[in-house]
C-alpha cells in the first residue's frame, strides 16, 4: 500500500513537471512584441527596424514598402525581418498582405503606420490620389487591424501640422488643441489632419489600442521634412517683423518615442517635441544660412522661384502660418504617460543638420 501510494505521488510530479516548461514558455511568446511598420525603407522606418532588431523583446519585424529590399536590411536574420514590395496603401496589396503565409506565421500583434506620401502636389487629379491613398488608405489599414482580433496596438506618426496656427495661441498647445479645419488649407495639411482624426475616431474601440503621436519638426540626414529642406536651401525667407519660435527634434528621439509607444500599454493622443527651441533667425544663423526678410505677400512667389530653380524642396504654401507664429508643443502628458524626454541634441555640420 505505501509503494502504491509513493507511485502515485511521482506520477503527479512528473505531470506538473511537463506542463511546467510549456506554460513557461506560452507566457514568454505572448509577451514578445512582432511588429508591422509600415514605409519601412523610409529614414524613420529603417532606423526603427534596427532599434526594434536588438531589443530582446521584440520577436519578428516584417517591414512593407514599395520597391525591392534595401541592400541595408541584409544585414538582418530574416526569422527576425521580413520584407515585403506592396502598397500598403491600397486595397488590394493590404488585403494580400493579411492573406499572405508568412504574414500569419509572424503573429504581428502590433502595427507602427510610417508609410505616408509627401510630396506636394498642384494638379487636382493628383491631389485627389494622394488624399485617397493616404487618408482612405489609413482608414483601411486601422480598419483591418481592429478586425483582425490578433493587432493589440495601433502607432500612427501623425506631425504637429495638424494644429491650427492662430497669432492668440497660447505658447504651448497641448493634445486638445485646436486642428486645422481650414477649407483653403494646403492639401499636404488637410490629408494629415483626416489621417489623424480617423485613427482618433476609433481611440475607443476595445481591440486594438491607438496612438497617435504628433511630433515637431524632425531634421536630420536623409530626412523628409519641411524644417529640413526649409535650412538645406541657400536662401531662407521669413516674414517681414515676424521671428517665431520653432522646436527641432533629433530622429534618435523620434526613435525613442516610437519604442516607447510599442513597449508601454498606453493608448492616446501624445505630443512628442524635441530638446532645442529657438526663433527661427537663430538656427539659421546657426546653419549658416542667408536669412532675407520679405512682406508676406512676396513670400510666397519667391519660393516659388527658387522651386523653379531648382534650389529648394521647401514649400511655403504648407508653413506660410509658421514662418509668422510660434507653434510649441505641451509635452507633459508624453512625459507622464510613456516617459518621454528628448536626450539628444540638433546640430548643424557645414550647412546641413
Known amino acids: 500500500m505505501v509503494k502504491k501510494k509513493k507511485k502515485t505521488v511521482k506520477k503527479r510530479v512528473t505531470v506538473k513537471k511537463k506542463e511546467g516548461p510549456v506554460a513557461k514558455k506560452v507566457e514568454t511568446t505572448s509577451r514578445k512584441k512582432n511588429v508591422l511598420i509600415t514605409g519601412v525603407t523610409g529614414t524613420v522606418g529603417s532606423r526603427l527596424a534596427e532599434a526594434l532588431y536588438y531589443d530582446k523583446n521584440v520577436g519578428v519585424i516584417f517591414g512593407v514598402a514599395l520597391g525591392a529590399k534595401p541592400y541595408y536590411f541584409n544585414q538582418f536574420d530574416t526569422k527576425r525581418f521580413r520584407y515585403k514590395n506592396l502598397n500598403i496603401l491600397k486595397q488590394r496589396d493590404l488585403t494580400n498582405l493579411f492573406l499572405a503565409s508568412d504574414f500569419k506565421e509572424a503573429k504581428i500583434n502590433t502595427v507602427v ?5 509627401n510630396r506636394v502636389v498642384s494638379a487636382s487629379k493628383e491631389k485627389k490620389t494622394f488624399n485617397t491613398l493616404n487618408v482612405e488608405g489609413t482608414r483601411d489599414l486601422l480598419e483591418k487591424c481592429i478586425e483582425s482580433g ?14 491650427k496656427i492662430r497669432p492668440h495661441n497660447p505658447i ?16 499636404w495639411i488637410k490629408d494629415r489632419v483626416d489621417a489623424d482624426m480617423i485613427c482618433q475616431s476609433k481611440l475607443d474601440n476595445r481591440k486594438t489600442n491607438i496612438v497617435i ?7 536630420g540626414r536623409m530626412v523628409s521634412s519641411q524644417m529640413n529642406a526649409f535650412f538645406d536651401s541657400p536662401l531662407n525667407f521669413r516674414a517681414l517683423g515676424f521671428n517665431p519660435l520653432i522646436n527641432l527634434i533629433h530622429m534618435e528621439d523620434v526613435i525613442q518615442a516610437i519604442h516607447l509607444a510599442i513597449k508601454k500599454n498606453v493608448k492616446g493622443i501624445f505630443n512628442i517635441a524635441g530638446a532645442d527651441t529657438a526663433p527661427i533667425s537663430t538656427f539659421a544663423e546657426i546653419n549658416r544660412s542667408r536669412m532675407v526678410s ?6 510666397g512667389p519667391s519660393n516659388a522661384l527658387l522651386r523653379m530653380m531648382g534650389l529648394t524642396r521647401y514649400y511655403y504654401s504648407v508653413d506660410q502660418d509658421r514662418l509668422k507664429y510660434s507653434l510649441l508643443l505641451d509635452t507633459g502628458k508624453a512625459q507622464k504617460t510613456l516617459g518621454f524626454r528628448p536626450r539628444s541634441h540638433v546640430y548643424f555640420e557645414r550647412g546641413v543638420a
Open 113 to 117: 503606420h510610417l508609410a505616408f506620401l
Open 150 to 163: 490578433s493587432v493589440t496596438k495601433f502607432i500612427f506618426k501623425s506631425s504637429d501640422v495638424v494644429y
Open 172 to 187: 504651448y498647445l497641448d493634445e486638445n488643441a485646436d486642428l486645422n479645419f481650414d477649407t483653403d488649407v494646403d492639401p
Open 213 to 219: 503621436l504628433r511630433f515637431s519638426n524632425i531634421i
Open 294 to 299: 520679405l512682406p508676406e505677400p512676396l513670400l
